[in-house]
């Protein structure tokens, strides 16, 4: 069996998120990236569809290293409620809402004449989930919002991290690391608002995903200030998480090791991983990366 090998992929930009119970009134991030996210942007990178199998990719061992672990971030979201411009397709899809507006006045003003300035209060902007009304065979909306909806999404701000893909197979890791940076499809950082700056593939290099981390300086950062010391790249101690390939005694599994990715928000299973506190070797190589 050949040695293992270490891809490094940086993932760094203004914001991130890696969530794993997220749901549509509360998006989560881990404090982390999780494989599951990691190996979504490795499967968008090569062009895999959703439904196709991910193969040698899902069995790479995952770890990432916390250069810089960012800042928690809620975004406060309304969506809805109040008044309304009505639009063509409202009155189309929704028959109770065009017999309201049959019965409102006519607006007055010079903009009287314009398509979308009749309004109705407390009426959601936007019908969803249309479907046939079983009584008069018309469009409706099966779900109207009279209120607003209310969601929270959570973000790492200004957090950059080292992950790596462990591997024997170094032309498999090779070709992920090219695709990363001439990519078949978008890439983001676990969310489609959270894009990644500068290079993400920084190399393929022996060794286990412990001995790279130990060998490879901290991260640079994207803006420094000559009022502000830069930060040592190396002698630091960094929190570093590396997947077992084996279930391990005492320790709990996280659900994010990817089985396939769908439509439906695809199959996950368990694996297992470690804690670790990386010391960053003095003979540690630097980095010449594009931030």
């Not at 500068?198 to 490879?216: C, I, R, Y």
């Not at 996280?254 to 439906?264: E, H, I, K, T």
Request: glycine share 10%.
């Amino acid at each position: 069996m050949s040695d293992p090998h270490v891809l490094l992929i940086r993932l760094a930009g203004p914001l991130q998120s890696w969530g794993i119970t997220g749901r549509f009134a509360r998006r989560d991030t881990q404090n982390r990236p999780t494989k599951s996210g990691v190996i979504g942007l490795c499967a968008a990178a090569l062009g895999l569809d959703r439904e196709e199998p991910l193969g040698e990719l899902a069995n790479v061992l995952f770890g990432v290293r916390a250069d810089r672990p960012g800042t928690a971030l809620r975004d406060y979201h309304t969506v809805g409620g109040g008044t309304y411009p009505l639009r063509p397709r409202d009155l189309i899809t929704d028959y109770r809402r065009a017999a309201k507006a049959a019965q409102a006045p006519e607006p007055q003003g010079p903009a009287s004449t314009l398509f979308g300035r009749w309004e109705l209060d407390d009426w959601y902007g936007s019908p969803k989930y249309v479907s046939t009304d079983p009584e008069s065979g018309a469009l409706v909306s099966k779900e109207v919002r009279r209120h607003a909806l209310i969601t929270e999404r959570w973000y790492l701000a200004d957090a950059a991290f080292l992950a790596g893909l462990e591997h024997s197979d170094v032309a498999l890791l090779e070709r992920i690391a090219h695709a990363l940076e001439h990519p078949k499809r978008l890439l983001w950082l676990g969310r489609k608002a959270c894009p990644p700056s500068g290079d993400l593939a920084l190399g393929v290099m022996p060794g286990t995903l412990k001995e790279v981390f130990q060998t490879h300086a901290l991260l640079p950062e994207e803006h420094h200030y000559e009022d502000h010391p830069s930060p040592p790249v190396t002698g630091v101690r960094l929190l570093a998480w590396i997947e077992s390939p084996r279930p391990l005694p005492g320790v709990g599994p996280l659900s994010d090791q990817p089985v396939r990715f769908g439509a439906d928000g695809g199959v996950h299973g368990l694996r297992w991983e470690t804690r670790h506190r990386i010391t960053i070797a003095p003979h540690a190589r630097g980095w010449d990366i594009i931030l």
